[in-house]
């Protein structure tokens, strides 16, 4: 789809009936005007889609460049990894960054991406996986589109785009091919009863990581019964409390395949709360190797996933030509990091009792 061209202050003087002065008056709110005047002025700019803000005006006329980053929370730490990583190439290239946190609140997100907008932002990066409805590919499309016309560029970081004709650039890593090899770590070390911690139904991310745990299985001949996902969500509690919850109940599983390292975390916590060791009597991984992963009891064995680099080249794809990076995906590569939470299979079931009370 051809982008179109930006609208300017002329076309909105032409559509209201009035000068470019005039319109330049209302705009800024320092002058009286007419207010049927302002009136006209001010539906020929909605109805136009026109960014009016002289101190975006400023930045794209010379001053400094900026970078937004939009994310769902701070206290991640592969979100925070992933804005160190846009902050550093944005800075590398004499470029601010501006940072802004959802709470997944789709209103908060439209919110910041128009403030961006007016401000001048020439990149707006969106960060991490989310539920592909049909508000989001909405919403999503209405971004693309306004930031275009604006001349600043979208990319999606760590999800894909839901219309590769948008213009918008996508970077993302290979959450399936992650999940697949840390699946397949735990089978060759001979566990066969393998639960999924933390599954998050609609998410793209963590879809994508339930796949790969299926097509493991799957890969090393186990029927689909053998899969068991429990969809708790994110978050250290709900590992915790995921975690107590499968302890007191009479599933069969040796090792435990959390969501990401949080959920990781809260899962060992539980576990040594219940009496029992990792990896002694159950094995524990986790996706995406925070800092924090190798300083758990015991150390994580988990998926490194490139959070710096995935923000870096967020803000290199921005940078590129837009033909060059629009309708495809740049995907990054994963590995997995082996420390000490996977140990051979135990029969620590036998001697652990059942239906009892969770944890505290």
């Known amino acids: 789809m051809a982008a179109r061209r930006r609208v300017t202050i002329r076309d909105v003087a032409e559509r209201a009936g009035v000068s470019v002065a005039t319109v330049s008056r209302v705009l800024s709110g320092k002058y009286p005007t007419p207010p049927s005047t302002r009136t006209r002025v001010l539906r020929a700019a909605r109805a136009l889609d026109y960014v009016a803000n002289a101190h975006a005006r400023a930045l794209v006329g010379g001053g400094r460049k900026m970078v937004a980053v939009v994310l769902r929370q701070l206290t991640s730490p592969f979100y925070a990894q992933v804005a160190e990583g846009v902050e550093a190439e944005a800075a590398s290239n004499g470029w601010l960054c501006l940072v802004g946190a959802t709470g997944g609140d789709p209103q908060r997100e439209m919110d910041f991406v128009q403030l961006m907008r007016e401000e001048g932002a020439s990149v707006v990066i969106l960060v991490g996986g989310v539920v592909e409805d049909d508000a989001y590919r909405e919403r999503v499309t209405r971004y693309a589109h306004a930031l275009d ?17 948008l213009p918008a650039s996508v970077v993302v890593f290979d959450n399936e091919a992650g999940a697949r090899a840390i699946t397949s770590h735990l089978l060759s070390a001979g566990h066969r009863d393998i639960v999924f911690l933390g599954g998050l139904p609609g998410n793209t991310a963590v879809d994508d990581r339930v796949a790969g745990y299926h097509a493991a299985l799957a890969a090393h001949g186990l029927p689909a019964e053998a899969a068991h996902v429990v969809n708790c969500g994110l978050g250290r509690a709900a590992g915790y409390m995921a975690m107590a919850v499968l302890l007191a109940s009479e599933r069969e599983f040796t090792a435990v395949f959390a969501g990401d390292d949080v959920v990781a975390g809260g899962a060992l916590r ?12 159950i094995s524990v991984v986790g996706y995406n190797d925070i800092p924090a992963a190798m300083d758990l009891n015991p150390p994580l064995t988990t998926v490194r996933t490139p959070a710096q680099a995935l923000g870096r080249e967020a803000v290199r794809l921005a940078f590129r030509d837009t033909d060059e990076s629009t309708g495809t995906s740049h995907v990054l590569g994963t590995h997995i990091v082996i420390r000490d939470s996977v140990g051979p299979p135990s029969a620590w079931r036998a001697s652990f009792p059942t239906g009892g009370s969770v944890p505290e």
Do not use: E, T
Not at 149 to 165: E, M
Not at 271 to 281: F, N, S
């Open 149 to 165: 016309v604006a001349g600043a560029r979208l990319v999606l970081c760590g999800r894909r785009s839901p219309d590769l004709r």
């Open 270 to 281: 539980a576990i040594a709360d219940a009496g029992l060791h990792v990896p002694k009597d």
